[in-house]
């Protein structure tokens, strides 16, 4: 028994594990010299994966690399906007350019000439208005001393007061410090609209620049825009370029045409009744009518019916009846003629097209708004297939009661024009649905 039992140091080594040589590795354990095992650091042991710090640094530049982006794109969006207004206004030029190069004008030339005649254009008319503007304020000024003793009369005999022109100067120059003040602030301003004025002359040529370039080298712009594209692709391309061209060229060319025909019957009715300035007001209706969208109608007729006021009450009355007859005229008449073969955008069209426009781009964005939705209108039209629609009264609710109003016409005639040989006749048939279409 005593031989058997086994002492607690046995005891304690028996139950040792056995240690493995130095170095040496167990799946996934290693062992040191004192025999205690080491396990590898895993993905569940809380440790760092290899892959994060690369992560981290590729979603730092990024964020970097969009932030810098998003910086550059703000500092250079007016760069931006010249660039589309330049681009459209090639557009529109380049119609010109193209027939006077086929008939053997240098590009450079020929765009030298559109330029110079838009030039003389913008010219003339600043002109006729600065001309308009500076004798109104002449006339004014004339006037200022018998206006201002109208005006006080008519206060005292309406407020039964008991004013006079002297107590008024009194008064200004007692106020002599607010004067100050308010001429300073003035001429504050006056510092700031200069350099209004010198940026947005330095624009205007900015965007000059850009068009002469455009148009001069549109065939090479289009050629390297076309080089980075593949041949299946240069064709379509080319054919919305050439969409885009006859849209813009022929929508500003339409309203020259019509901005043109406004200037001649304006200026007819206003010499007709005598009102002073007849061509500067005529040229000015013509051109804030077409070329400014949406408000220009009223733009246009505001400045003729003020100046009438100036002079004959009554012929305001008949400036305001003309321009208001005269609009109707050219939509209904002379506007779907003149823009039948050029470009034909629905009015609720353009409205909608001026205010997305104005929302984008500001007073810009509305200056091209309408040629950019007749271009789209055009890319609608050519890629955009249509079906013919069958006849169906729930299309047209109205259509079959203009359907038994054109038979009661149509029997009218014939009882009117027909006679006895008429009588027995039968009846013509029902009109196809495109002469129904046409006669609506």
Not at 90 to 115: W, Y
Not at 157 to 185: C, M, N, P, R, W
Not at 272 to 284: C, H, K
Request: aromatic share 8%; hydrophobic share 45%; net charge neutral.
């Amino acid at each position: 028994m005593a031989s058997s039992a086994e002492t607690p140091d046995q005891l304690s080594d028996e139950h040792l594990p056995v240690s493995a040589p130095p170095g040496t590795q167990s799946g996934g354990d290693t062992a040191d010299p004192t025999g205690h095992r080491l396990r590898r650091g895993g993905a569940g042991s809380g440790a760092m994966p290899r892959w994060l710090p690369k992560a981290m640094l590729l979603a730092l530049v990024g964020v970097g690399l969009f932030q810098l982006a998003d910086w550059a794109f703000h500092q250079l969006i007016n760069l931006f906007v010249m660039l589309l207004v330049a681009f459209f206004l090639s557009l529109a030029m380049e119609p010109a350019v193209d027939r006077m190069a086929a008939r053997g004008v240098r590009r450079g030339v020929g765009t030298f000439l559109v330029f110079i005649g838009v030039g003389l254009a913008v010219a003339g008319f600043l002109t006729a208005l600065g001309t308009l503007m500076v004798d109104q304020v002449t006339q004014v000024a004339g006037k200022l001393p018998q206006m201002l003793h109208d005006v006080i009369d008519w206060t005292n005999h309406t407020f039964h007061t008991e004013l006079s022109l002297d107590q008024l100067q009194h008064q200004v120059l007692k106020d002599s410090g607010t004067i100050e003040k308010y001429a300073q602030q003035a001429a504050d301003n006056v510092w700031g609209v200069t350099g209004t004025v010198v940026g947005g002359l330095f624009q205007a040529f900015t965007v000059g620049l850009f068009t002469f370039y455009f148009t001069a080298e549109g065939p090479r712009v289009r050629r390297t825009v076309c080089s980075m594209l593949p041949p299946t692709k240069q064709a379509e391309v080319l054919r919305a370029w050439e969409i885009a061209l006859a849209k813009t060229g022929g929508y500003l060319y339409s309203r020259a045409v019509l901005a043109l025909v406004s200037t001649l019957g304006h200026w007819a009715f206003f010499t007709i009744i005598g009102l002073p300035y007849a061509a500067a007001l005529s040229v000015w209706v013509g051109v804030m009518s077409q070329f400014v969208p949406t408000i220009g109608t009223y733009l246009a007729g505001a400045l003729p019916v003020l100046v009438a006021l100036t002079g004959q009450p009554v012929d305001a009355v008949w400036v305001l009846g003309f321009v208001i007859v005269y609009q109707q005229i050219e939509n209904y008449l002379l506007h779907p003629r003149i823009t039948a073969k050029t470009v034909d955008v629905h009015p609720a069209v353009a409205f909608g097209a001026v205010i997305a426009g104005a929302a984008l781009l500001g007073a810009v964005g509305a200056l091209i708004a309408i040629p950019a939705a007749a271009t789209l209108q055009g890319f609608v039209g050519t890629y955009v297939r249509r079906y013919e629609v069958e006849d169906d009264p729930r299309i047209d609710r109205g259509e079959e009661r203009r359907q038994r109003r054109r038979e009661a016409v149509r029997r009218l005639r014939q009882m009117v024009s027909g006679g006895a040989a008429d009588a027995g006749a039968e009846p013509s048939p029902s009109p196809s649905p495109e002469e129904r279409r046409s006669e609506v």
